[in-house]
């Protein structure tokens, strides 16, 4: 079973496995208030493509207190608690083994879930073959797949540790983030602290994003949500307009 986000390395591992199981192969796709909106219907549809046997199941990682009060743990307890979840289904199904999209830059970065994928006995098949982001783009453009897909986060990670999360906040940033999604955007990021929300964009879509067109109804948005807005360009990390508006 592949644990399936719709993600650029999971689509990748997707692709892989199916070529090399058929119908052997089951995709589980969870979903839940911390999905940013939209990846569901990218694994939806890259599976039925496919012709993967795709499952979709509802979480709520809200009722894991890690999660809840927004914890450095925070990961560890939500992906310990998908992996039980999977592993439930799998054995209902006579599955034995589960794997991730897990990869070889992924062991860069602070990540609390991987130690519970490990500790669960999740496979990670990227990770095994050495491969790194630019190799799985490249791979995935011979293939025909997303490539350039921007890397996607759960909605949690727009808030710092230990502001305690909640249905309504994360909803509120994933429509901000769906709003300009819808039109083009795609390095798109708001980090929300107290009543200031971040806008990270990509530096190649700041001009667009300047057009009063845009910008004027996206702060409105915003203030509507409840946030002033900061902007802060993340190819350069520097904070290029620190202003409210």
């Known amino acids: 079973m592949l644990l399936f986000s719709g993600g ?5 591992l997707l692709a892989a496995a199916a070529r090399a199981l058929g119908p052997g192969l089951t995709a589980l796709t969870c979903t839940g208030p911390h999905t940013v909106p939209g990846e569901l219907a990218a694994a939806f549809a890259l599976a039925r493509r496919l012709g993967v046997r795709h499952l979709v199941r509802e979480t ?11 914890t450095p743990q925070r990961c ?3 992906k310990k608690a998908l992996i039980g979840q999977a592993w439930k289904i799998a054995g209902a199904l006579g599955i034995g083994e589960i794997w991730d999209g897990t990869n070889l830059d992924d062991l860069a970065d602070y990540r609390p879930g991987l130690q519970a994928a490990r500790e669960a006995g999740v496979g990670s098949p990227l990770l095994a073959a050495s491969l790194g982001k630019a190799a799985i783009r490249a791979l995935s453009r ?4 997303p490539w350039d897909r921007p890397p996607q986060s759960c909605l949690a990670t727009r808030f710092p540790y230990h502001t305690p999360l909640t249905r309504e906040a994360l909803a509120r940033v994933g429509r ?7 039109r083009g955007f795609t390095h798109v990021r ?3 602290k107290g009543d200031t929300a971040r806008l990270e964009l990509s530096s190649a879509e700041w001009c667009k994003f300047l057009n009063p067109q845009i910008r004027r109804p996206f702060t409105a948005l915003a203030a509507r949500l409840g946030w002033g807005l900061e902007l802060y360009q993340v190819a350069v990390k520097e904070v290029i307009l620190n ?3």
């Open 243 to 245: 202003v409210s508006f």
């Open 190 to 192: 708001l980090r929300v």
């Open 176 to 182: 901000a983030e769906s709003w300009l999604r819808r």
């Open 76 to 78: 560890y307890a939500c």
């Open 142 to 145: 011979k293939l025909g797949l």
């Open 8 to 12: 650029l390395d999971s689509s990748l």
């Open 60 to 70: 709520d990682p809200l009722v894991l207190p890690d999660f809840r009060h927004n």
